[in-house]
């Protein structure tokens, strides 16, 4: 999405709107599965040799259930501010002035920018449960809560019995003398 800064400066606010192209996101080391393009809309100003974009974004995300890892459409809306000159002293990082040295600018790495920001941490499908997505067949077997909870206690307790066999069985290298005189006093 490139704008000539000119059509900035002969009319302000000026504003366009376009559709973007941004699946090349599907690329980068995301969770972005699949994203097509996006409706872009900006109203450019410029005050004091400063132009100040204001741009909308409207798209819909494919990100993966954090439960399931099924497709779960995103839809996003975001607004950005973005500011930019010509002049070199008025350029600064700390106030997020960037310094345009051509008379076009392309807003399409700030538009990319801006949505890679809007990607949530982790995202769940409403729809989706995890019986539908596990494959008994596979050797998986999908446990309720108290399913679990009653298997998990029966391995403690084979486990504690287990070892508790495995402490009287056992016998001290020291006494195992005396274990043969109680074998001889049974008999």
């Known amino acids: 999405m490139q704008i000539a800064l000119q059509k900035i400066t002969a009319r302000t606010p000026y504003t366009f709107s376009e559709t973007v192209d941004v699946s090349e996101l599907e690329t980068f ?22 132009f100040t974009f204001r741009i909308n974004i409207n798209g ?8 399931t890892l099924v497709d779960v459409p995103y839809p ?13 002293y ?28 809007e990607v949530p941490i982790r ?38 019995q287990e070892k508790q066999s495995e402490q009287q069985s056992k016998v001290d290298p020291r006494l195992s003398s005396l274990k043969q005189y109680f074998e001889d006093d049974n008999e």
């Open 29 to 50: 080391d995301n969770d972005i599965r699949r994203i097509g393009s996006v409706d872009v809309s900006v109203e450019a100003t410029l005050n004091q040799d400063i």
């Open 60 to 67: 819909e995300m494919i990100l993966p259930c954090a439960r």
């Open 76 to 88: 996003f809306t975001v607004e950005a501010y973005e500011q930019f000159t010509q002049v070199d």
């Open 90 to 117: 008025k350029a600064s990082k700390d106030d997020e002035i960037f310094l345009v040295d051509r008379e076009v600018l392309d807003l399409t790495p700030y538009i990319k920018e801006n949505i890679l920001l």
């Open 123 to 160: 995202v769940f499908s409403e729809d989706t449960k995890i019986e539908d997505v596990v494959d008994e067949e596979s050797g998986f077997t999908v446990l309720g809560e108290d399913e679990y909870l009653e298997q998990e206690a029966m391995q403690q307790e084979k486990f504690e």
